[in-house]
């Protein structure tokens, strides 16, 4: 068989049925996650004082970068990784489709004293459409491509890459949540592998880097009922005998807590870095 006659978007497509929630929006999804994703993820706000072991840290020490350089940020959230880079780069685009995340890095922005980013409240789909984003040196699409389109996005991306582009893909990315699949007796929802992106882009005559990026994650829960709420709103709801039994596990987590009322679970996420060097790609 030719390894040019798979269809890699099929088989990412038919992969992505079982991981992406259709009965609401990403803009919806992705708005009520605003909260509790930024405080999770505030980088941001702290970069000098980032662990080493950390995703964004890890990220801000791969992606290459000049001072006169144009970075688009694509799913950009609340601006963990756009305000690091922005303090780095001659200006970078936010693109989200989610309104809450925008708002979250604008409020960051200003009161940080950062005035190199413009903004687009979009879905990438529509901005590649109408044509809102040009070419930027660095492309960024940081944990913001669990997407069904796999296939539009990446030649959508290839085409406003001027210099490098950083794609991030999942490979465990919520340890405690996998955990908690395992309690209630649910099959972990599985995102499309990144090694179909990867070979997506080798027939686009892309021919990228791969690496594992092991990371710490933490997650802190004050009481049982923040716990189920937050577990709740990242899936697919759960049925009242799942509450009963993650209601048991989770009861029995904070009562082996010592002289600690938090819950805090440490776990390792993994991400596939894909990137590439467009000057690498020339024959
Ligand atoms: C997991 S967050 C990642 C945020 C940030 N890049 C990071 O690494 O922390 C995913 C972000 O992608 C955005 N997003 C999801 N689907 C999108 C789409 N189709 N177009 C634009 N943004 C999207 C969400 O609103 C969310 O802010």
């Not at 049925?17 to 941001?44: L, M, P, Q, T, V």
């Not at 791969?62 to 001072?67: F, G, K, N, T, V």
């Not at 007796?185 to 880097?209: E, F, V």
């Not at 048991?248 to 590439?276: D, N, P, Q, R, Y």
Request: aromatic letters at 10%; charged letters at 30%; hydrophobic letters at 40%.
């Amino acid at each position: 068989m030719d390894f040019n006659s798979i269809d890699w978007d099929a088989m990412w497509r038919e992969e992505a049925k079982f991981s992406s929630r259709k009965s609401i929006s990403e803009k919806e999804i992705w708005d009520k996650r605003a909260d509790s994703y930024d405080r999770r993820n505030n980088g941001s706000e702290t970069p000098d004082k980032l662990d080493k072991e950390d995703y964004v840290s890890k990220m801000l020490d791969r992606i290459a970068l000049e001072p006169e350089w144009t970075v688009l940020d694509i799913g950009s959230g609340p601006g963990t990784l756009t305000i690091p880079l922005a303090r780095k780069a001659k200006n970078v685009t936010a693109l989200d489709v989610s309104p809450a995340m925008l708002a979250k890095l604008q409020n960051k922005a200003a009161s940080q004293g950062i005035r190199n980013i413009r903004y687009i409240n979009s879905s990438w789909q529509d901005a590649f459409a109408k044509k809102q984003v040009g070419i930027h040196d660095v492309v960024v699409a940081s944990r913001s491509l669990m997407t069904d389109d796999i296939k539009e996005a990446l030649s959508n991306i290839i085409a406003v890459t001027g210099k490098a582009a950083y794609l991030t893909f999942p490979v465990i990315h919520l340890p405690f949540d996998w955990e908690v699949y395992r309690v209630i007796g649910r099959r972990g929802k599985k995102h499309p592998p990144y090694i179909y992106a990867y070979n997506l882009l080798y027939q686009m005559g892309i021919q990228a880097n791969v690496e594992i990026l092991c990371s710490k994650v933490t997650v802190r829960f004050a009481n049982v009922e923040e716990a189920l709420e937050v577990l709740q709103r990242r899936n697919d709801p759960f049925n009242d005998a799942e509450i009963a039994k993650l209601k048991e596990f989770l009861e029995m987590k904070f009562a082996g807590l010592k002289g600690s009322s938090v819950f805090t679970h440490e776990g390792k996420s993994k991400w596939a870095l894909i990137w590439w060097r467009k000057d690498d790609q020339e024959q």
